[in-house]
């Protein structure tokens, strides 16, 4: 419970695309309604509606007139009047903070006021909307006076910061946000999901692609916000395409180049060798030559992987039979389990179709072999085994050697890379070609151990289709 906690909170502080975008519209939506609060209540300040009634101030000028001659009857009439007025604008309280006020003077007597927690209010001038000042508030106030009596009405709002404090405190501002923020979650999510939908075809076709797959991405969307990253994507995988194909080809041409002088040097240490009478002249040259060999094992196994990275994505794949292939390289690699001793024993099922590039599958079942015997003890045995496992291919190559530690069996398909106890010569590549040949054809290699402690390697090929042409058949 805790881990999947801890899980949960350290996926929510991950910076999200998706959450900044929901966090945006939603800091949108809150900015507008602050700026439509800040221009209502700037409007009521500026422009007070109430104050502009005249209807409102000859009414209760003739109320006042009216019933001068009674003064309860004043009182009850004016406070009555009030009463519905505040009810009309939508406050019925008299003491609110954000009610309005009306005092009625006769004379200089004041005859009604609504509260009397609001002190007297004088405007300087007649039928004009002043601000001014009274018990350490800021009022806007507007005094009309009746035409043929000493009857006067003032007619008072807050000022606009107290609107302000008023509105903040009664939540008239913050709880329609908190109620329908919620309600705009899911529009809003949705919409920033149906808009992300390029960029998410953009993101699923480069997580498509495989280590070798450097040509541009096929989707070209119509979008002036994405076109530019395709772009640069692209331009990317047009610098890394020509880069590598430039060392594919200089590492290509220099190991063309060196198969001549390897051969002309192994032919004038063999005739020196066989001129020679020194027997330590004549093992000297043996070792020159078992290093020559060593170089010229290295230069081939380079041109190797140089065909093999280099065979294009866009190649048609042709009709193999994997049990045949085998069989026939096994026929080929015969001489040379015999010169070592080594019996090869093939285990083969019939009908193993697969889809592949002829070369690049004789140079991997080649390095797999060649490696099983070169490991194997003398007198030793590599058994070869083809069958079908469900919708694969299955090759398996298992030989008597010492095997690779657990630890190493991921990085002895790193290119140049050896068992540092492995006493045998090598350059470290047959395994990376085996890997770059089976990435290439959509399968699997594995490293493994056998019942004697051998290794045992483990490639998994995708199946041809049923309607494949039928291959050979295993004798």
């Not at 640069?232 to 063309?256: F, G, K, P, Y």
């Not at 039979?321 to 080594?342: G, K, W």
């Amino acid at each position: 419970m805790i881990q999947a906690l801890a899980q949960r909170w350290k996926n929510w502080k991950q910076p999200s695309l998706m959450r900044r975008l929901l966090l945006a519209q939603m800091g949108v939506v809150a900015l507008l309604w602050t700026m439509a609060i800040a221009l209502l209540l700037y409007d009521s300040y500026e422009d007070p509606e109430l104050l502009k009634f005249e209807k409102i101030f000859q009414t209760v000028i003739s109320i006042a007139k009216n019933t001068a001659d009674r003064p309860d009857k004043q009182q009850e009439t004016l406070a009555a009047f009030d009463a519905a007025l505040l009810e009309t604008i939508g406050d019925g309280d008299a003491a609110s903070d954000t009610s309005p006020v009306m005092q009625v003077w006769q004379g200089d007597r004041l005859v009604y006021r609504s509260t009397a927690a609001v002190p007297v209010i004088l405007n300087t001038a007649p039928n004009l909307i002043e601000t001014v000042k009274a018990g350490n508030r800021e009022w806007r106030a507007r005094t009309i006076a009746s035409p043929d009596s000493d009857i006067r009405v003032m007619l008072a709002e807050p000022s606009v910061w107290r609107l302000t404090v008023t509105v903040m405190y009664r939540g008239y501002y913050l709880l329609p946000l908190v109620i329908s923020l919620p309600f705009l979650v899911f529009p809003a999510w949705l919409s920033v999901r149906l808009a992300l939908r390029p960029w998410r075809r953009v993101s699923q076709e480069t997580a498509e692609r495989g280590p070798a797959d450097l040509t541009p991405l096929s989707y070209t969307p119509p979008h002036k916000e994405l076109q530019p990253l395709v772009q640069s994507i692209n331009s990317l995988l047009q610098r890394v395409r020509d880069s590598t194909s430039r060392e594919r080809s200089l590492i290509a041409d220099a190991a063309h180049e060196l198969r001549t002088p390897l051969a002309a040097m192994r032919v004038n240490v063999e005739a020196l060798k066989e001129q020679s009478t020194d027997e330590h002249q004549r093992e000297l040259m043996g070792n020159l030559l078992r290093s020559n060999d060593r170089a010229a094992r290295l230069v081939g196994q380079l041109l190797q992987l140089m065909r093999s990275d280099a065979v294009s994505d866009n190649t048609l794949p042709v009709m193999l039979s994997l049990d045949a292939l085998v069989q026939d390289r096994l026929a080929m690699i015969e001489s040379l389990a015999s010169s070592r001793n080594i019996e090869l024993e093939l285990v083969c099922e019939d009908r193993v179709p697969v889809l592949g590039e002829r070369e690049s599958l004789v140079s991997m079942i080649d390095n797999l072999i060649n490696n099983a015997i070169k490991y194997s003890p003398p007198d030793g045995t590599v058994v070869v085994h083809v069958s079908r496992d469900g919708e694969q291919a299955l090759l398996t190559v298992a030989d008597q050697g010492p095997g690779v530690p657990a630890a190493l069996r991921e990085r002895v398909f790193d290119r140049f890379f050896r068992n540092p106890d492995q006493s045998q010569s090598g350059s470290g590549l047959g395994l990376a070609i085996v890997k770059s040949v089976v990435d290439r054809h959509g399968g699997e290699v594995a490293l493994g151990e056998t019942a004697s402690g051998g290794l045992l390697a483990t490639v998994r090929l995708p199946l041809a289709t049923a309607d494949a042409p039928q291959p050979m058949l295993c004798s």
